[in-house]
């Protein structure tokens, strides 16, 4: 059973920065794209980040030059540097992984790691 664990999230003031990071456990192997996505009270979940096997990565428009997202593929694990952060991008975030050319599966979302960024 495919499981992923999110974490490294917190308080911060705007402009900072955070590192989250995703541990994921099962047979992944077929899921080539890993994505970090958000939800922000009220809203509905986006996608905010996500990046092949072979590195290729997008990012939602709004986080481009701040947010990089990298992965382990070693040991199955995804992080997201978020840099210059602000008010906006307080969310939950989580992770997830899937096929290529396949939707997020909806079994797998986890707790995800809670983002608050306020001065």
């Known amino acids: 059973q495919v499981q992923f664990v999110e974490s490294g999230g917190g308080l911060v003031r705007p402009g900072g920065s955070l590192r989250l990071s995703c541990a994921a456990s099962g047979s992944i192997s077929s899921m080539s794209v890993m994505g970090w996505h958000r939800q922000a009270p009220g809203k509905q979940r986006e996608l905010v980040a996500s990046v092949t096997r072979g590195g290729i990565s997008n990012y939602l428009d709004s986080v481009k030059g701040r947010f990089t997202i990298s992965r382990d593929n070693a040991n199955n694990t995804a992080y997201l540097q978020m840099n210059n952060l602000k008010v906006e991008d307080t969310a939950v975030y989580y992770c997830?992984?899937?096929?290529?050319?396949?939707?997020?599966?909806?079994?797998?979302w986890g707790q995800g790691t809670q983002v608050t960024v306020s001065s």
């Open positions: 997830n992984a899937r096929p290529v050319g396949s939707v997020w599966p909806n079994e797998y």
